[in-house]
């Protein structure tokens, strides 16, 4: 399994179909457009300058809202994720 | 419902007409105008570099002007928002 | 009114005409030009990465030199108001 | 043998081929797209401000995922490696 | 008269005729070039992240040396001044 | 004898030479290519905010790792040195 | 004379003719090439974020190296000065 190191999270993008059927979906304009999916791993948290962990917010479960262009794809065993950092999560839903 | 991170808000834009009618409305130069909403979420607020949490000034309720590129749109079950960062909002009503 | 948030603060802007006529004016050369303009409302203070409020400087009354291109400007009742950061204020008359 | 200054390891990259047969590989799209390699060598970690040195999380043995653009890459003996800084590996496997 | 805000000084600019008889002028090649002015006012000092205020170098009456493309330009009842942060100061003389 | 100020350190570039023909040498991909030399003096370390010194890892007589475009050279007595920062040496061999 | 503020140096630059004719001179390829003079004028220090004074490590006779395009040139009683600030200054000889 993928371990993200210090604040990154592990997400599972939500399908494209289950995102137009659902009650969140993206709006048409030219602003930026967030993505949304679910936190299937949770990094152990940022070292502040004195070297302590800081506690992450979002947890193993959570439904993330992430921007358009945020993060790294990465696919194990044909099934892709993305690696986020928290600070790239907008919302939880 | 969506629940920001750190020192993020969602805001509710006011309605065009509804800004046109009232007595704040933009000027028409070239400056960076403003926009309004009504502040339906607030976030917990950032954590510093200890990993406190700084308390919001924003509160739920709130009408807030931010400036009109700020911000991520959302619509939730047909209704649009916005979520910005509290240092984007510039005033209170 | 508008209460502005953290470090910044309301100025209504002294009129065009008020300006040449009055002791300080803004020189013709190159330099980027100060304006200046009423304080009309005033910020807590931004607060330090602890979540203390540093206290300002300025205060309600104040005549103020800000530059040219500083800040938003906000119509309210068909009156002009400009919301500037404490730090693009440059002087006090 | 290397020895990696502050926050920086040595990875030797996994070849091309054993990428492709393995369960994780890199996907086809627009995204910037993570490497895979085994630590070899770990640095004793940055010193903050205050000079106390900030234990690294990634240890030898580990495999890593690192940004397509990251580090520099050197060569012993007739084998290429990699340096990378500790902030430039996304994930651990 | 002008009171300076925080770290910043006004300036009363040497005038071009006084620099070249003086002992101190500009030399011509095509380095940055410093102009010299004497101190009219003086800021209370710019506040750190705790809040408190760092003493001031220069003082009234200093003649200074500063950077051209330094500062802002007010007039008031006909004279010219300049602000400048005191770290665009580079040396009294 | 050159002294470095700071977090600098004086390298004696190895010959071109040397290089090819030892077990270390530069590959030829499109990547940023390290150089290696050897250590004649070390400064006494940077200062951090305190104004505490904080001690160098690197020591005379290291063979250094360092980016292509690192430092500045110097030349005393026709030999040829380079002075780069401590930040700048990616590893020790 | 000339006194430079915070962490400012004031130096007198070698002749061109005694640097070739001295020990160390400035290579001819395309890397960054640093200048050598004589301190004359050493400012206080600068201030850290507390208003403490931080220590000047270079003092007045020091033959010091610095940058090609380092800082600010002066002219005073027909004598020509460099300004640089200590962080500019690369060693000493």
Known sequence: MIKPLADRIVV???EAEQKTSSGLFIPDNAKEKPM???VV?????RKN???EVVAMEVKVGDVVLYGKYSGTEV???GE????VKESDVIATL
């Open 12 to 14: 599972k993008p939500a």
């Open 36 to 38: 949304q999916g679910k």
């Open 41 to 45: 791993a949770v990094g152990p948290g």
């Open 49 to 51: 300058d004195k070297g």
């Open 75 to 77: 696919t194990v065993d």
């Open 80 to 83: 892709n994720f993305l690696i």
